[in-house]
């Protein structure tokens, strides 16, 4: 895309501003975390706008995730909000930047009844096959079964801080197969609840992403 992709533009914001921006508008996000590259002013710009605390990522997922953990009590306070002890936390991908506020809703409901991890997702419309490394089908999951994970992710808090440290004690070749935080939690044995997720949380991730979200946004869909 050219540049960064949370800093590629739809409609004169870029995906971070509609990140932030839905977040904000949720309601429930008391203090808001961004990782970001090193020596990127742009991003630093934005968070701050939006009174967001900018944090420099990793070089993994997971390296970024627990910077933004440990930098978490050093947010500012969002306005509406008191100083109260945080006990729960939303991962969020600024690619998922129109995501609606009942996603979050839904997600922070789940948390307040107790779980320790809440994903949104999606049922699955297409026929989901496996296939082995040569390319040859050896199954097809039920699609009542499956579902597709969106952001934001919520997790008790101590049970987030606790799953990142024990990270590092897993073999490398499962750690480098963890792709998000909820299948870290699986992968610790800590129980995940599927919540309903949106449409509009859609991944921008290809130009035809890109495109698509223009569009809709062009036309007011989003």
């Known amino acids: 895309m050219g540049v960064p992709k949370a800093l590629v533009e739809i409609a004169g914001k870029t995906l971070l501003e509609w990140a932030l921006e839905g977040a904000v508008t949720s309601g429930v996000a008391t203090r808001l975390v961004v990782t970001v590259p090193v020596g990127d002013t742009q991003m630093r710009d934005i968070c701050a706008r939006f009174g967001a605390l900018a944090v420099e990522g990793g070089n993994t997922r997971a390296e970024s995730v627990t910077s933004a953990l440990v930098a978490l009590e050093d947010a500012p306070v969002q306005a509406g909000f008191d100083d109260a002890p945080i006990t729960g936390v939303l991962v969020h991908d600024a690619a998922r930047c129109f995501t609606p506020p009942q996603v979050f809703h839904a997600v922070i409901r789940a948390l307040a009844a107790g779980q320790q991890a809440v994903i949104p997702a999606l049922t699955v419309v297409d026929t989901i096959k496996t296939v082995d490394a040569s390319g040859l089908v050896t199954g097809t999951p039920a699609r009542s079964q499956l579902r597709a994970v969106q952001t934001p992710q919520g997790f008790d808090l101590a049970t987030l801080r606790q799953a ?59």
Do not use: C, S, W
């Open 164 to 222: 990142h440290r024990e990270v590092k004690n897993l073999d490398p070749v499962t750690a480098e197969a963890i792709t998000d935080d909820a299948m870290l939690a699986e992968t610790l044995n800590i129980p995940v609840l599927a919540v309903a997720g949106h449409p509009h949380a859609f991944k921008i991730t290809t130009p035809l992403d890109l495109a698509l979200a223009r569009v809709l946004q062009e036309d007011n869909y989003l």
